[in-house]
């Protein structure tokens, strides 16, 4: 079955320090990988997605099937960057696609 | 409107009764996701709406929970005979496509 672990319930950093926010995944076939962010009082939104390599607000992750890792990193962090942070795996069966949300972490940064 | 809207925000109920959460999905979108996430929990996915297909209940956690879509519209999501345990916010999402899911405001649910 599928699963997301994101081991971390909270990190707290200064502003300017780097972020690494991790998350491993167990899949058998082939994933998608997404981050997933929640700011106060905001609706949950997609921040960004594997397939896309993009960076958005400077964040960044790679997609790492031989660690089944996707680890969401920033090498700056912004007050602004304080929020809740999910990892998300689709999977497809058939036609039907669905979203595992891992149990997301708290990011704090502290000015 | 231009999100998901979700109603009621809040919702609080006496343990044993049934309660009706409802969702407006982004006109458009063929998909319709239900989730709950409980303190201190991940998103815990319930259903899933996709066109006319069969919704895929793997989620649901029993058969007091039950969800209906009319069409590619609204949907609501009924919980029969209220647990404690079932105190949560729960989500609704749509998709138009197979890569972004937008999200509603939540329902709070709190079973006393």
């Not at chain 1, 079955?1 to 707290?12: D, F, G, I, Y």
């Not at chain 1, 082939?30 to 929640?38: A, G, N, T």
């Not at chain 2, 709406?49 to 029993?62: I, M, R, T, V, Y």
């Amino acid at each position: 079955a599928q699963r997301v672990t994101q081991p971390e319930k909270l990190l707290s950093v200064f502003k300017g320090a780097p972020v690494e926010l991790k998350c491993n995944y167990s899949y058998s076939g082939s994933p998608e990988l997404f981050w997933y962010v929640q700011y106060s009082r905001q609706r949950l939104q997609l921040l960004l997605r594997h397939i896309s390599r993009e960076s958005i607000k400077g964040f960044t992750a790679d997609l790492n099937k031989g660690e089944t890792s996707f680890h969401l990193k920033k090498p700056f962090a912004q007050e602004e960057d304080s929020a809740m942070y999910y990892c998300a795996l689709k999977t497809v069966t058939g036609a039907n696609s669905k979203l595992t949300f891992g149990k997301g972490i708290t990011l704090s940064v502290r000015p | 409107g231009a999100g998901v809207s979700q109603s009621p925000s809040n919702k609080v109920t006496e343990k044993g009764k049934d309660v009706e959460l409802r969702c407006d999905p982004i006109s458009g979108h063929t998909a319709l996701y239900w989730y709950r996430q409980r303190l201190g929990q991940g998103l815990e996915f319930l259903i899933y709406f996709q066109g006319n297909s069969a919704p895929d209940k793997s989620g649901l956690p029993s058969d007091r929970f039950s969800a209906e879509r009319t069409g590619e519209s609204v949907s609501t999501l009924t919980i029969q005979r209220t647990q404690q345990e079932d105190s949560a916010v729960y989500l609704c999402a749509s998709s138009l496509d197979r890569y972004e899911q937008f999200f509603g405001p939540g329902t709070r649910l709190t079973v006393l």
